[in-house]
């Protein structure tokens, strides 16, 4: 029999008669890559709106910025007959300075590993009053990591000017053991600028201890 070492033995003793849920495989990774949704048929431009929410191998993101299904500012993909398409079929959040929230479908802590990103507009121009200018990209990323005992971490991350050319930004440990990640849509006057793709997720890897606490938090507070 493995030896439980010592700071784990009298923790696990400490939630006896409680419910310890099965801890998932940390191997196991999951790409939320958006290929599952069917090409438009023409006419079209080649982005079609998705609504407020969207699934995906058990994970969920939703839009907070007060998103109204048939408004035209939901989630939409993007598709080869699209300007923007690059590689494979992405999302975009269609709110200026709107929120995209991921969190696991039925709660609980995951990790967030990576995520390709990309511009929206390249180097598209418009004609505000006071002349032509072009939109603001490159489009920056910030993105908010909340796990369940309420610490918040953060990752920035600019997008280069190659359009379209998608960069995988790579979370680190940071984004371990998070229960839900956001990030805001650009300013992007007068439009969005920022696509993004291959969400790749896992199990919370850290500590071991830590994720029962996670799980189990008013039975480990009191609370
Ligand atoms: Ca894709
Ligand atoms: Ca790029």
């Known amino acids: 029999m493995k030896r439980l070492p010592l700071v784990v033995a009298p923790l696990l003793l400490s939630l006896q008669g409680c419910h ?123 993105f908010v990591g909340t796990r369940q005992d309420g610490t918040v971490v953060m990752s920035l991350f600019t997008t280069d000017h190659n359009f379209p050319g998608r960069q995988t930004h790579a979370f680190g440990a940071a984004f371990d053991r998070v229960a839900a990640v956001t990030w805001m849509q650009d300013n992007g006057y007068p439009r969005p600028s920022q696509q993004f793709d291959n969400i790749v997720v896992g199990p919370a890897t850290g ?8 799980v189990q938090p008013a039975a480990a507070s009191g609370r």
């Open 20 to 142: 310890i849920p099965t801890l998932p495989d940390p191997g196991e990774r999951t790409t939320i890559d958006f290929n599952g949704l069917p090409t438009p048929s023409p006419p079209s431009d080649g982005t079609v709106s998705r609504g407020c929410s969207y699934e995906e191998d058990g994970f969920t993101l939703d839009h907070l910025s007060s998103c109204v299904a048939g408004s035209g500012s939901e989630f939409k993909s993007i598709h080869p007959s699209n300007y923007r398409f690059s590689a494979s079929v992405s999302l975009f959040n269609n709110t200026q300075l709107g929120i995209t929230r991921l969190r696991q479908k039925g709660g609980g802590s995951f990790a967030m590993v990576s995520i390709d990103l990309d511009g929206l507009n390249g180097s598209a121009t418009f004609v505000p009053p006071g002349g032509l200018i072009p939109y603001p990209e490159p489009a920056t990323f910030t």
């Open 207 to 214: 500590s071991r201890v830590a994720l029962l606490m996670d």
